[in-house]
């Protein structure tokens, strides 16, 4: 039986607790490769995610004549961001927000049922830490040849294995970082230009510092970033409770451990004996050099791998798999103490999640369905707030931005009602029908200056209401806004 863990851990089996040293030098994990349910299931995340994170920025979607057609683009010269058929303006900014939001529950809610998942199959990375480790055992082998080579292979052997596998690990973080910048431009033309040596500069430089983080997190940092950088295990420790399912050391039926012969001999005798045969492959196959068997751990990202170890040993010693599995402390505790086990997947805390996520889902589904494609925004001039024309009447400007969210252009009408014989201009723009027209190019808005007088006499220090209404004269479709109309 291999063991992963090439220590240069210090000896401090015997140290009291007193004696623990405040610094632990870093011990070098090399998990070995196990085959299993939750190991097919890591295999299939990974390929989906790197996938959809690789390719996304290439889909094209077909917005019409003068928009970008890629799918999902940040376009910030433009101030938009596109996700297929939704098209975000900088001042909906709120979806963003609550897709965050959202984001917070579905994590609360995952971590409700089965513990840090989030952690051992989706984030970022442990994506990309199991990919470098899979390009590590791929090129320099599993731990035992690791080992082997250690002491028999040559060193220009080892050296020029250890090139490839840092080159071929540059070469994934180098196309990670690639793959970001792809996201805020046209993705077919800056992968061109950037193979052409012809792109911005930015894009270089955030390349450039994405394959030194994707390079130094993944390939070098790996368990510590979980272990020590990032803060979730720590929140996560505080909203989990006793019926969320963690991957699970059975004791009540593991122990005692000890060889298989052993265990057998005590159970034909009629003595407890239990099914770990202390052979440590659960450690060995776990990316964060955790020992199960020892209880939960922070270190732990329940990534489910050392089931897997420990269901293939169970297999070949014709014993039941499950010696290792997601379950919870209380049903262990329960089965020792002969009582029921206790499976609440419903509980108040899951329930509350799930609730909130419907809610806040359909909040954003409803307003994202039900949104207008116009706006219009009325800012009031401040020096002076009116004007004393020649002829006795008083007149008020305004700043007005109509806001055309559709692909094709569109001429709006101007209304104004709350003055009473109200006479509406938009300097430099027609009139039809009585009502300023207003033309506004595709998927942009448009800034007129809005002039709005009146012959009545108002009383003294006038501040009336003033409802603006724009409509597309095509469609019909309106907008509105409030402001005053001030006199003297
Ligand atoms: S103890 Fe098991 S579940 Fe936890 S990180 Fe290690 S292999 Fe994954
Ligand atoms: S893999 Fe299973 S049998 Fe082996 S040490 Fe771990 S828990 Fe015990």
């Not at 973080?173 to 431009?185: D, E, H, K, Q």
């Amino acid at each position: 039986m291999s063991a992963s863990l090439e220590a240069a851990a210090p000896e401090a089996a015997t140290a009291t607790e007193d004696d623990a040293p405040l610094y632990a030098a870093r011990r070098k994990i090399y998990p070995i490769a196990v085959h299993g349910r939750f190991r097919r299931i890591k295999w299939t995340i990974l390929i989906v995610t790197l996938g959809i994170y690789y390719l996304l920025p290439f889909v094209r979607w077909d917005r019409g004549p003068g928009a970008p057609s890629q799918a999902v683009l940040i376009d910030f010269p433009n101030r938009r961001f596109y996700f297929f058929f939704i098209e975000i303006w900088p001042q909906e900014i709120y979806y963003i927000t609550g897709l965050l939001i959202l984001a917070a529950l579905v994590l609360f809610f995952m971590n409700a049922v089965a513990g840090r998942i989030w952690c051992g199959y989706l984030c970022p990375q442990t994506v990309w830490t199991d990919l470098f480790q899979a390009i590590e055992r791929l090129v320099e082998g599993d731990p035992r040849e690791r080992r082997e080579k250690l002491k028999h292979a040559s060193r220009g052997q080892r050296a020029f294995e250890a090139a490839a596998k840092h080159v071929l690990w540059l070469m994934v973080a180098w196309w990670t970082g690639g793959a970001w910048v792809l996201y805020f431009a046209d993705a077919p033309t800056l992968t061109m230009q950037l193979l052409k040596g012809q792109g911005p500069l930015v894009a270089y430089a955030w390349i450039g510092i994405l394959t030194f983080t994707t390079y130094v997190l993944a390939g070098h940092m790996r368990e510590q970033v979980c272990t020590y950088m990032c803060p979730w295990p720590r929140i996560q420790a505080a909203l989990t409770d006793e019926y969320a399912f963690n991957v699970t050391y059975r004791y009540d039926r593991g122990e005692p451990r000890g060889s298989f012969k052993k265990t057998e001999a005590l159970k034909l005798a009629g003595l407890p004996g239990g099914d770990c045969v202390d052979c440590k492959q659960c450690v060995a196959a776990c990316p964060t050099g955790v020992d199960i068997r020892e209880g939960a751990q922070l270190g732990c990202i329940q990534c489910g791998l050392c089931i897997d170890a420990c269901d293939a040993i169970m297999t070949k010693l014709s014993r039941p798999a499950g010696l290792i599995a997601y379950d919870t402390e209380m049903n262990v505790r329960a089965r020792q103490e002969g009582k029921p086990e206790q499976y609440r997947v419903l509980r108040p805390r899951t329930l509350l999640y799930a609730a909130l996520i419907v809610v806040i889902g359909g909040i954003m589904v409803g307003t994202l369905a039900t949104r207008s494609s116009e706006n219009v925004a009325i800012i009031h001039d401040r020096n002076p707030f009116f004007v004393l024309l020649s002829d006795g009447s008083i007149r008020n400007a305004y700043t007005v931005r109509l806001v055309n969210k559709e692909l094709v252009e569109r001429r709006f009408s101007i209304a104004v009602a709350g003055v009473p014989e109200a006479r509406v201009e938009v300097m430099g723009e027609p009139k039809e029908g009585g009502l300023p027209v207003v033309t506004v190019g595709p998927d942009q808005t448009t800034e007129v200056r809005l002039l709005v007088s009146t012959h009545t006499r108002l009383p003294a220090a006038a501040s009336l209401d003033v409802d603006f209404t724009i409509s597309d004269l095509a469609t019909g479709a309106s907008a509105s806004a409030r402001d005053h109309f001030k006199g003297p």
